[in-house]
């Protein structure tokens, strides 16, 4: 079975640093990546997906997110950070052909300090 | 182009009662999954639903069902209500244009919040 693991609970950053939040995947076969955002009292908001092909993806609102295939890892990046950045960020996968089943991590709640 | 809306938004019922949640999909979006989040468990997969046939299914008792329509709006429903149920109840829509594939993206309501008293 598919998982995602977010080691950390919570992300603190300084407004206009770089931002990273860490995903790491398991599954059978290839792995399709994504990143959601969830506002308080919010569904889940699309930034980035990976099916295939440049390692490097961009997604909305300046995130970007780099797969690695050794490390198993699919991690989310923004250059500098704002303060309405602050939220709450699932990674997903998902992995069997014909399965439209997404597998979330815990989530990670970043905090961006004005 | 509108987005996936829910209805109702907030929702409070006593145990032992059922609850029919409603999603109507982003317009052209054929295929409909619905997931639980509570702080315990975090997101977990209900199931999935496209061309009116139950596709996929997680790892929820019977008491959790759905359904369909021709329109592709989806109704999932929970009976006999425990106070385990409370939850945020999201639905997710995407295309699945092309069967079998796992990449669509899925685009989420703001949610049902359920709260079993």
């Known amino acids: 079975a598919q998982s995602v693991a977010q080691p950390e609970d919570q992300v603190n950053v300084a407004e206009g640093n770089p931002l990273t939040v860490k995903c790491t995947y398991s599954?059978?076969?290839?792995?399709?990546l994504f990143w959601y955002v969830q506002y308080p009292n919010r569904g889940l908001q699309f930034l980035l997906k990976y099916i295939t092909g440049d390692n490097l993806v961009k997604g909305s609102y300046g995130f970007e997110a780099e797969f690695n295939k050794s490390q198993t890892s699919f991690h989310l990046k923004k250059p500098s950070a704002l303060v309405s950045d602050s939220a709450l960020y699932f990674c997903?996968?998902?992995?069997?052909?014909?399965?439209?089943?997404?597998?979330f991590g815990k989530g990670n709640q970043v905090v961006v300090i004005p | 182009k509108a987005g996936v809306t829910q209805t109702p938004r907030y929702l409070i019922k006593t145990r032992g009662q059922q609850v029919t949640l409603s999603c109507s999909p982003i317009s052209g979006h054929r295929s409909v999954s619905w997931y639980q989040q509570t702080p315990g468990q975090g997101l977990q997969f209900l199931f999935e639903?496209?061309?009116?046939?139950?596709?996929n299914k997680g790892n929820f008792p019977g008491r959790f069902s759905g359904r369909q329509f021709s329109n592709s709006r989806s109704e999932m429903n929970v009976s006999t209500l425990e106070l385990g149920d409370s939850a945020l109840y999201l639905c997710?829509?995407?295309?699945?244009?092309?069967?079998?594939?796992?990449?669509?993206?899925?685009?989420f309501g703001p949610g049902t919040r359920l709260t079993v008293l």
């Open positions: 997710a829509s995407s295309l699945r244009m092309k069967r079998g594939t796992s990449t669509d993206t899925q685009y």
């Open positions: 639903y496209f061309s009116e046939t139950q596709r």
């Open positions: 599954v059978s076969g290839n792995p399709y």
């Open positions: 997903a996968v998902s992995a069997f052909y014909g399965n439209n089943r997404l597998a």
